[in-house]
């Protein structure tokens, strides 16, 4: 998203409109519904949304990055699509997360894990708005920028890395496919795991 001079509203946010159809749209919450998601685990905690990983999983219970199951092929396209769009090699976003979130379910705020990089973001079901934040002294600066069914983001650079990020609980349900490049701390973690390369 741009503002009204035509530059980001974060630097290293980039956000697309329509970068699936309806009928992809459709055919991926079916698809998402039809993998064995499971409520987020925080530390103990359990969320109240529905996460399923593949490539690499990070168990945010134990703090620990290792190999999840492979990405299906149902994803191959879009994930090189969502390359394109934030102009990163598909093979390098080997993790893809899909999460569902029911009504009630949201995301706190958080960056998110030093292990990865990219963080590329469709959005399905229910519009969504992201809010954004970044500590100014004992103030926080804050923005928000929405996140329409069927839109794509890119998170990087100082959006990524700067600020933190959160939805609030949502009134219907949305489901969202993140595809995320693992980080040199991730390539490194994930060497000594015998995985990635
Ligand atoms: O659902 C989304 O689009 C955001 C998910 C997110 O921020 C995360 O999993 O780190
Ligand atoms: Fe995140």
Redesign the pocket.
């Known amino acids: 998203m741009r503002d009204l001079f035509d530059t980001p509203v974060l630097p290293g946010l980039k956000t697309g409109e329509d970068f699936v159809t309806s009928a992809e749209e459709a055919a991926l919450t079916a698809m998402i519904d039809r993998v064995d998601l499971s409520p987020f685990r925080f530390q103990g905690w359990i969320g109240k949304r529905l996460t399923h990983s593949f490539g690499w999983h990070y168990d945010f219970d134990r703090g620990h990055l290792g190999t999840a199951e492979p990405m299906p092929p149902w994803l191959d396209t879009i994930r090189l699509r969502a390359a394109t769009f934030a102009g990163v090699d598909a093979e390098a976003l080997v993790q893809a997360?899909l999460?569902r979130y029911d009504i009630g379910a949201g995301?706190g705020w958080?960056r998110?894990r030093p292990h990865f990089e990219h963080v590329i973001?469709i959005?399905l079901g229910h519009p969504a708005a992201m809010r954004f934040r970044r500590r100014a002294g004992d103030r926080f600066e804050r923005t928000t920028v929405p996140?329409p069914p069927r839109g794509i983001y890119h998170l990087s650079g100082e959006a990524r890395h700067d600020w933190e990020?959160s939805?609030a609980e949502m009134a219907a349900r949305r489901w969202?496919i993140?595809f995320r490049s693992l980080s040199a701390k991730g390539l490194r973690l994930a060497r000594a795991a015998g995985g990635a390369d």
């Open positions: 997360l999460i995301i958080h998110d973001g959005s996140l990020h939805i969202s993140t």
